[in-house]
């Protein structure tokens, strides 16, 4: 199961930027769905933004607007861009294989995530 690791989260002020990065374990390039989750203190785990292998891409509704997923298989690598930051993104991201059928809750195999704090 290929498994990812998470970088590039830190402390920002609200409407800062970040720029997360996910490198793969494996090549990505036969993964059909690739998706960055996160997950606040005290919450579940939610869908952030889902890209498939050919470039089809779903946001959630809180972050529509504000960030950009994007994969480069030669790179083995998911980014995702974040600008107009909110307090209300602060969470630990992660990377994972986005399986649409299967409740998050049932997916295993999790990176240590990255964490993205968003205060003045």
């Known amino acids: 199961q290929v498994r990812f690791v998470e970088s590039g989260g830190g402390l920002v002020q609200p409407g800062g930027s970040l720029r997360l990065s996910c490198v793969a374990s494996r090549s990505i390039s036969r993964i059909y769905w690739i998706a960055w989750f996160r997950q606040a203190t005290g919450t579940q785990r939610e869908l952030v933004a889902s890209?498939?292998?050919?470039?089809?891409?779903n946001y959630g509704g809180s972050v529509k607007g504000r960030f950009t997923i994007s994969r480069h298989n030669a790179e083995d690598t998911v980014y995702l861009q974040m600008t107009n930051l909110e307090p209300g993104d602060t969470a630990v991201y992660y990377c994972?294989?986005?399986?649409?059928?299967?409740?998050?809750?049932?997916?295993?195999?999790w990176g240590q995530g990255t964490q993205v704090t968003v205060s003045p």
């Open positions: 890209i498939n292998d050919s470039g089809r891409i």
């Open positions: 994972h294989e986005y399986l649409p059928l299967t409740p998050i809750s049932d997916y295993n195999a």
